[in-house]
């Protein structure tokens, strides 16, 4: 089975006209129905651990996919006990394990505390597909910048470098996010060895890796862009633009 990840920076502001995150989600249904070789429902496990199992982001998600025939959708929540009794066999059973954004740092700490790190990475050699949106796109490489320990109000970035890993690659989320200097602040990182080489996406972004290796990036955005970003020896960064297909 093909090892795949899509990690995907959502639309926080979407503006007039635009799609929202809906035909990203849809992108990487498409992604889990194309592995079922009997055909079938996707199998979309949604994983909101990063904000908490938050109740009104599970509810947004039955709604949305809920009642759907081509969608077998499950949730599998920590809080304040795991939701189902062999978290291992629930997850290698899916097509997709959609992770939500949020706490990064949260994130991967109660994974960490309930094993998840191992079954997630036998989830990846087995072909289930792993995707989320910022938190949910992060934890799969070795991190990216976070405000994961900053208060609300000043929303100041820093390393994370905790991730899982399977990717050896640093993300960049919400690259021309306004009001925060991420775009900035991530290649800083990137030049100065705090983060390791990687890649950025602009709000609306995704990135499908087949392996390790990037095979395409996606877009709902007319415009908006990827970004392949790496040192440059020298304390700088060299920077590459990605054009994305748009779906």
């Known amino acids: 089975m093909r090892r795949q990840v899509f990690a995907f920076s959502g639309v926080l502001q979407p503006q007039p006209g635009e799609r929202g995150n809906r035909p990203l989600l849809e992108h990487v249904l498409a992604i889990g129905a194309a592995r079922r070789v009997t055909g079938g429902p996707v199998r979309l496990c949604y994983v909101p651990t990063a904000v908490g199992d938050d109740p009104a982001a599970v509810s947004a998600y039955q709604r949305v996919f809920g009642g759907r025939d081509d969608v077998v959708l499950s949730v599998l929540r920590l809080f304040p006990q795991p939701s189902t ?15 939500e954004g949020g706490s990064v740092v949260n994130l991967v700490a109660v994974w960490r505390a309930h094993g998840l790190p191992a079954v997630l990475r036998e989830c ?19 991190g990216g910048a976070t405000d994961a320990w900053s208060d609300e109000q000043s929303g100041r970035l820093a390393p994370f470098t905790e991730g899982l890993g399977l990717l050896p690659h640093s993300f960049g989320v919400h690259d021309d996010m306004a009001g925060q ?12 060895g705090e983060l390791p080489p990687g890649y950025a996406t602009e709000d609306g972004v995704g990135l499908h890796y087949l392996g390790t290796e990037l095979a395409e990036a996606v877009t709902v955005r007319p415009g908006a862009r990827a970004w392949r970003v790496d040192p440059d020896g020298a304390g700088g960064v060299v920077e590459r633009a990605i054009t994305p297909r748009q779906v």
């Open 85 to 99: 009794p062999d978290l291992r066999t629930h997850l290698l059973t899916q097509d997709v394990v959609l992770v």
């Open 124 to 142: 990846w050699e087995a072909g289930v597909v792993l995707a989320g949106p910022s938190a949910g796109g992060m934890c799969w490489h070795v």
């Open 181 to 192: 200097p991420r775009r900035a602040v991530y290649r800083r990182m990137v030049g100065a």
